[in-house]
C-alpha cells in the first residue's frame, strides 16, 4: 500500500477525519534558550491531544482553508496519517514569511518520509504565494528540531510575537524557500 496525498478541503475537516490518528509524542529532552544560548535541558512529559486540543485544531484547519491558506494530508490505507498546514497572509517585512501553523505526522507512521513530503509541499505551495520563507513556530523537543534543522530551517531572523509570546518554550525558525 503506498501513501496518498491531497489537499484537503474545509468539509471535509472534522474530528471523524482523526479517528486513526495517533499525536503521541514522548519528549524526553527540549532545546531552551538561556543567556542568549540554545541548550538541550531534560524537559520530560508526553504530548498528547485532549478532545478539546482536537476540537480547536479542527476549527484553525477549516479557518485556514476559508482563508485562503493550504491544508494537505498523507493518507494510509484510506486514513489520515500526516498534515500540514499554511496560513496564507504574509507577514515579516522584507522576510515574505508565510506560516506553517502546524505539521504533525501519527506515531504510527514515523519514520516514513511522511514529515518530509508534506514540509516539501508546504514550501512550494508558499514559495508559489508570495513568501520568501516559511516561518515555523515549533515544539522545542530536541526531535522536533531536528527535522526542521534537516530540512534546512535555522533560527527565524524576525521572531513574530504573537507566536513568541503565546508559545514561550517554542522555537522561532525560518526555511528558504
Known sequence: MKVQYRNLNAD???RELFKNFIRHQNVTKCWRREKGTWIIKDAPFIDDWTEEDYQVL?????NT???GGFVYAAFY??????????EFALFGG???????SSIHVSEDMRGKGIGKALFFAAKEWAKKNGAGKLYISSHSAVESQAFYKAMGCVEAQVYNQKHAEAEPCDCQLECKL
Open 12 to 14: 471535509e475537516i472534522n
Open 58 to 62: 479542527v476549527t484553525c484547519l477549516r
Open 65 to 67: 482553508v476559508q482563508t
Open 77 to 86: 490505507g484510506g486514513c489520515l496519517k500526516g498534515f500540514v498546514s499554511v
Open 94 to 100: 522584507e522576510q515574505r514569511y508565510l506560516d506553517l
